[in-house]
């Protein structure tokens, strides 16, 4: 590497590599309460991308909050830094090819706009509309009984709101569709995007 | 989905992903001086990676600093923070079955082992051994010029020390080859290690 020469650098583009893996980078933003069926659903359509041969990978709380994110309580602040966070390592994600499945609830309108700036063309919103009695009956684990107990504060439904999404790329209804009818539910609307 | 239905949840591992791919996981460190080459060597292994068929992506200042970390400056909190995050995220990267090169000068042992430790058995140290003065007449963004002057404090190598990594997996020495053949050297030790 003689001094004054000007080395060729050449980046692989998101282009190559969406070439190469055959199919487009994507971020399957899922949103809903607690008990909805959001990580549920994000690994089962991971899982069904995988056995497509499609290069994917899911972030959720178990791979986040205790790394990347695990400076992070749960202030006003705190909250907005932890999607910001998980909306930048998602770009970077997309930006190497792949598919990533987020399972946050992400209640606030304001925070799933911003991962949706951050992120760009990328972010596809898929709203787990799954009714909050139905999640409080599930509490899968444990956590509304919890809050109820006055254990935890500021539990999304109970002492905090969801801000339903008013346009969010895909909904699902989970209280009258089995895991695998979700699933194909959205594996179709990502066909109908073109992603795959 | 019923209530009180047991889902079946199966998370694809690491493992999976790298029986699919072919290749093992991997974390290449590069650590050096600016100018030293860091970054042009961990796009050149990156693209010879690509060519090779290998699911590999690169973390470097231009896609972190203005990112994911852009909230940081470069006191000495904001600088730790600055590894762990970035070896939190090639942590991830690594989960997801990439190998992922990492271009960062790194200058103090410290945080080199403190990356080693978060990442685990996936990370490889790459000493990009160009002695300062090299580094110093390339000058390729004209920063050693600028610290010089006065207007970049803390400059690694001038009034900042670089501690040199004692043990690295891999240590190259850039003022005696090019580009092509430092790429060759660090294939062929991946390859001693079975990584692909």
Same sequence: chains 1, 2.
């Avoid at 700036?117 to 919103?125: K, L, M, V």
């Avoid at 979700?182 to 992603?195: A, M, Q, T, Y």
Wanted: proline share 3%.
């Amino acid at each position: 590497m003689a001094k004054n020469i000007v080395w060729q650098e050449y980046q692989i583009t998101k282009n190559d590599r969406e070439v190469r893996n055959n199919h487009k980078a994507s971020v399957l933003w899922f949103t809903g309460y607690s008990g909805s069926g959001k990580s549920t659903l994000a690994n089962a359509v991971a899982k069904e991308l995988f056995k497509k041969e499609i290069q994917t990978f899911s972030l959720d709380g178990d791979n986040v909050r205790h790394g990347l994110n695990k400076d992070l309580g749960f202030s006003d602040l705190d909250r907005k830094e932890n999607i910001r966070r998980i909306s930048e390592v998602a770009k970077l994600f997309a930006e190497s090819g792949m598919i990533i499945t987020t399972a946050f609830i992400s209640p606030f309108k304001e925070d799933r706009d911003f991962a949706r700036e951050i992120i760009g063309d990328d972010f596809i919103e898929i709203f787990v509309d799954t009714p909050l009695e139905i999640c409080k009956s599930r509490d899968p684990k444990g956590l509304y009984q919890k809050a109820l107990n006055g254990e935890i504060k500021n539990f999304t439904g109970l002492d905090s709101p969801y801000e339903i999404p008013e346009n969010p790329e895909i909904k699902i209804k989970t209280e009258s569709l089995s895991v695998e009818k979700c699933v194909e539910k959205i594996i179709n609307e990502l066909l109908k995007r073109e992603i795959f």
